[in-house]
């Protein structure tokens, strides 16, 4: 009979959650050795976690959490979802009773749109209510950006989102993918 390990299916979630997870700890200059050793495991096992080739712990990814100082609720809430929910395919919708809060984190997070474009071999966007962001000024996106997270996020925040934007645009200037 097949292991857990060995029916874990890669989702978006779970290579999100690497990618991230990843990204912290080089962002703190950590080695896959040493959280490995911190963890109680061989680094070939965080390395596995990262490259989301078997799904992370949640309790590891608190202590990694607590390891690599983040202590922002929403950022910690957003990743401990993902590891709640790695396992999740082709499920976008919030299950009957998660409250409001924590269905509102969950949408924002569950895809991280400038990530899954950059891996995407193909995009097809429609939105009827908004203008899609590869096709936003500047302003535009800002006032999006802030009336979607409310008054409480900070303009270093938006600010770093509306330069994601901006950024993610330049994809109009690539040379198509021959496929």
């Known amino acids: ?3 857990k390990r060995e029916q874990f299916v890669q989702t978006i979630r779970s290579q999100l959650l690497g990618s991230r997870m990843r990204h912290l700890r080089e962002e703190r200059g950590q080695t896959l050795k040493y959280i490995a050793a911190y963890l109680g495991v061989e680094f070939s ?4 976690y990262e490259r989301a080739e078997w799904p992370f712990r949640k309790d590891h ?6 390891v690599y100082g983040v202590y922002d609720e929403r950022e910690r809430e957003e990743l ?20 409001s809060a924590t269905a509102a984190v ?11 474009q950059k891996r995407a071999q193909e ?12 096709l936003a000024t500047r302003d535009y996106a800002e006032a999006v950006i802030r009336h979607h997270q409310g ?7 938006i600010n770093q989102q509306v330069r ?16």
């Not at 096992?45 to 596995?48: D, F």
């Open 106 to 116: 969950n949408d924002r997070v569950f895809i991280d749109h400038w990530w899954a």
């Open 61 to 66: 990814v608190e202590a990694l959490l607590d």
């Open 123 to 134: 995009l097809c966007v429609y939105q009827n209510m908004l203008i899609p962001g590869l």
């Open 1 to 3: 009979m097949p292991t």
């Open 164 to 179: 994601q934007v901006i950024q993610r645009q330049q994809v109009l200037d690539d040379k198509p993918r021959n496929g």
């Open 45 to 48: 096992t965080l390395a596995r």
């Open 151 to 157: 008054p409480a996020s900070s303009t270093q925040w």
């Open 80 to 99: 401990l979802g993902l590891a709640r929910n790695a396992w999740r395919v082709n499920q976008w919708e919030q299950d009957e009773g998660h409250n």
